[in-house]
T-cell receptor, first 110, second 114 residues
Framework: QKEVEQNSGPLSVPEGAIASLNCTYS??????FFWYRQYSGKSPELIMF????GDKEDGRFTAQLNKASQYVSLLIRDSQPSDSATYLC??????????FGKGTMLLVSP | DTGVSQNPRHKITKRGQNVTFRCDPI?????LYWYRQTLGQGPEFLTY????????KSRLLSDRFSAERPKGSFSTLEIQRTEQGDSAMYLC????????????FGPGTRLLVL
């Protein structure tokens, strides 16, 4: 059973702080890694993807991948209350479908 | 708006009834996926199409579920003889040819089986 594990949270950070969200996966053959944001009652929205070891930055978001440790993370700098949502980590499988974690709820307080 | 669209957005039905959902992918996306999401869980893969061919089905997709994509454009997901356990958000996603793992989700259809 290929799994993606995330801490369910909630992760609480004050406005302006860095939020760090973590994810581990079990399938060493996975090649592509994704972070989705999901607001309550809404569908997942793709915010970042990463294929190679190291860091990938996009605005306030940085995705980090370590394939040796089977670990993916998402950093959100200068967190805003509007960032409060559930963040889903997803990993591709051999058919290019995605296996999702249960998500980490992030709460950013003003 | 050229995003993925799904209809209906909400469906309430009685146990034992059949329901059908429709998904229109982003134009020219050749892959289309169906997922199911329940409260507190991430989306779970159900099935996917490349053009009109259904290439993979999850073990979650019992024989009461059927999906079609007859012309490689829109897709339908039908659930026959609905059960209360079918209550969930049904999500459709599509991906482009040049980046097939990158999936974009529609707004979902929320199903409640009474």
């Amino acid at each position: 059973q290929k799994e993606v594990e995330q801490n369910s949270g909630p992760l609480s950070v004050p406005e302006g702080a860095i939020a760090s969200l973590n994810c581990t996966y079990s399938d060493r053959g996975s090649q592509s890694f994704f972070w989705y944001r999901q607001y309550s009652g809404k569908s997942p929205e793709l915010i970042m993807f990463i294929y190679s070891n190291g860091d990938k930055e996009d605005g306030r978001f940085t995705a980090q991948l370590n394939k040796a440790s089977q670990y993916v993370s998402l950093l959100i700098r200068d967190s805003q209350p509007s960032d409060s949502a559930t963040y889903l980590c997803a990993v591709n499988n051999r058919y290019s479908t995605l296996t999702f974690g249960k998500g980490t709820m992030l709460l950013v307080s003003p | 708006d050229t995003g993925v669209s799904q209809n209906p957005r909400h469906k309430i039905t009685k146990r034992g009834q059949n329901v059908t959902f429709r998904c229109d992918p982003i134009s020219e996306h050749n892959r289309l996926y169906w997922y199911r999401q329940t409260l507190g869980q991430g989306p779970e893969f159900l099935t996917y199409f490349q053009n009109e061919a259904q290439l993979e089905k999850s073990r979650l997709l019992s024989d009461r579920f059927s999906a079609e994509r007859p012309k490689g454009s829109f897709s339908t997901l039908e659930i026959q003889r609905t059960e209360q356990g079918d209550s969930a958000m049904y999500l459709c996603a599509s991906s482009p040819r040049d980046r097939q793992e990158t999936q974009y989700f529609g707004p979902g259809t929320r199903l409640l089986v009474l």
